[in-house]
């Protein structure tokens, strides 16, 4: 049980896993709204749309076409955020001897950025969503993950051995498959969802983003900072076996579970109806997932967003992502990781009004209106069949 | 000049300010847009509108009146996210001797926070922005910004000899003040604004908020922690003060300057057409700008305004946010903290079309389009006259 009165109270709650603070204000919900709304999503879209760039067997942007895949098709994004082959980049010196050359390379760092960017479609279907598609039909979304983080992993990785049972358990998308590029020395793969127009998605079949890239960004970087501090200073424990472990007895937070995942309004939530999907044991990236793991994590991805749609019956937006041992890392970088996905929704009051994280959250720190317990209880609530099938 | 290859290639770039990094993918803007568009702000709101709570000899949510006042006018939010009095909070200890509990409080750290939220009107015109007024116009805000922020310092504040003499320079405010809670020990103060819908304002009247805490908040904890270390480490000198310097030499990422200020798009800005606007001297808070250097700040918030809704034609929807010494601070606190302003606003390629800082902004780490050197450019392009008083 949490401490009742945090309810009632105005506090401040630590985000352990990425180091910050929020601002929790329990009564804020009373006020009225006259904001915008977002619009409702569209009522019914063709399970084919011969304009969406998704579609089996249509032509894409830049000319490509898609083939007629069964299940899930990746490729790269053409208009990649970061691109393999770019001009070399070395910071321009001044004029030598110029006292101020130094407050410029000081003050305007740069550093090139590469990578390769791929659009990876969940279903052939326009007009579906993981909230949709069963467990066993999310179970080869988790797959290609699996075979494109495999098969991007620097060659001296730790994970190699993991990499290759995976890959030879899991047999190659028939539609075809992203290679990484020869030359490249990645860092990291942020696989990650924006779903809704309300989270900046312009196109409503189902897909995810897989962005690789030569550096390690900042928020895995930070996570990654504060799970090796933890693990120093208390005793080689993780800091999410603690916290699996915290929540499993606390049992408050907890929104569902499975043998192998865990699934809660973290403590530290700033979205409204966040939610964190944590592997129990040991986990540092999708290829030492077992096949029954990959299927128990199909389930926990559909619990979570079944719930969500059940919600407020609507198609809820939300941005996710996933984090785990970066593409290229040292032992114990692997060793400190550990396998999670974050979902991070706007909506707060109803379907079409939304929580803005805007002036206080910018300039000062997050500011969320409903306690994390709140939320938690409002999504165990509302399991059961997905609405739009019971309307049927 | 920057050099010239990162108009080109993907990189990144690091603010020295907060402490971390961001992609920058000038050719991203190249992608067709097929998502969200926002809906147009609204052609014409009267002067005065009797369902405003804002709108002078209104009645607010909670019952209270607000005087006929002729520019500003603050008031204690009905719907404060932190206050004055509430229960105190002890964090509850599971029974002595059980051995996760050390977990539990290690996990789940809260700490009570309290404080006193206002709302400021910025006119009695319920149709104007501060795009509309005149710097002349604006002082009056920047005066009560002022005398608010100095009736709310600490009684042992080393900027006290400041406060006392801005508070004699400036007459109070005739429609009436807001005084501080007798017994709050009040950390900072952050004044902010949201205007549009775009950044979830539900009022267009012109205002903002200013929420003042017992704790010091995330991103000005985080820029003061900066600016110290940068101080530290560089012989005494402050990191805006050599930062207005490398900016004034470069010069192209100045979109405007008077004597007191200087107006840059940052080196590091994650919103399209994000600005700074930075006190060219040693300004530690609002207490200490001159009559003078006050008149230069209204200027300098006018030119950013103005040329943001010249920029899209449209009533430019952005947060803003004043960052300055703390509420309550010590003298090494105080010293450190340079005076400025943050503008954030979410438009990217029209009145319409938004960026959108989700998937791989919240997962990974901020990603913009444009580079801040092409947005400086057509900052620059659209002073003169507001585009609203040429179309009538
Ligand atoms: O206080 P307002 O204007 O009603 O609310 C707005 O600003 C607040 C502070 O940035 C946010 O927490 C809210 O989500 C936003 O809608
Ligand atoms: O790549 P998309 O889906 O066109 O674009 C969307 O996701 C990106 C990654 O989070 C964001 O940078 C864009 O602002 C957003 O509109």
Request: charged letters at 25%; a negative charge.
């Given at each position: 049980m949490t401490d009742k009165v945090l309810d009632d109270i105005s506090h401040r709650r630590y985000n352990p896993l990425n180091g910050s603070w929020l601002l929790v204000s329990p009564h804020r919900t009373k006020r009225p709204w006259q904001g915008q709304q977002e619009a409702p999503a569209l009522n019914k879209l063709p399970e084919y749309d011969p304009q969406c760039y998704l579609c089996p067997g249509n032509k894409r942007a830049q000319g490509d076409s898609n083939p007629h895949y069964k299940n899930t098709f990746a490729f790269v994004n053409d208009y990649s955020a970061v691109k393999e082959e770019q001009q070399e980049y070395h910071p321009q010196k001044d004029?030598?001897?110029?006292?101020?050359d130094d407050i410029a390379s000081l003050l305007l760092q740069a550093q090139p950025a590469t990578g390769r960017c791929y659009v990876l479609t969940f279903?052939?279907?326009?007009?579906?969503?993981l909230a949709d598609m069963s467990a066993s039909e999310i179970v080869p979304v988790i797959e290609t993950w699996t075979r494109i983080y495999a098969s991007h992993l620097s060659p001296s990785h730790p994970l190699q051995a993991a990499a290759a049972r995976a890959l030879s358990e899991i047999p190659p998308n028939p539609d075809g498959e992203v290679e990484p590029a020869k030359k490249q020395q990645l860092r990291y793969m942020q696989i990650f969802e924006n779903k809704g127009a309300a989270m900046g998605?312009?196109?409503?079949?189902p897909h995810c983003q897989i962005w690789t890239t030569s550096t390690l960004p900042e928020e895995p970087g930070k996570e990654l900072a504060q799970m090796t501090k933890y693990h120093r200073e208390h005793k080689g424990r993780h800091l999410l076996e603690d916290y699996v472990k915290v929540e499993m007895q606390k049992?408050?937070?907890?929104?569902w579970q499975n043998d192998a995942f865990l699934v809660v309004c973290p403590w530290w939530a700033v979205w409204p109806f966040e939610v964190l999907v944590i592997a129990k044991?040991?986990?540092?990236?999708?290829?030492?997932?077992t096949g029954e793991e990959r299927l128990q994590f199909a389930e926990a991805v559909q619990e979570v967003t079944r719930r969500y749609d059940n919600l407020f019956e609507t198609n809820f937006p939300y941005s996710s992502g996933i984090h785990q041992a970066?593409?290229?890392?040292t032992e114990e970088e692997a060793e400190m990781s550990w396998f999670h996905m974050h979902f991070y929704p706007p909506l707060l009051r109803s379907a079409t009004v939304r929580k803005f994280l805007v002036g206080y959250e910018l300039m000062a720190e997050p500011q969320r209106d409903i306690t994390p317990e709140q939320a938690t209880a409002r999504l165990r609530d509302c399991g059961g069949e997905l609405y739009r099938k019971l309307l049927q």
């Open positions: 004029a030598p001897g110029d006292g101020d279903s052939a279907k326009h007009d579906t969503t998605c312009s196109n409503p079949h049992a408050e937070r907890v929104v044991r040991h986990v540092r990236a999708l290829v030492e997932l970066p593409l290229g890392c």
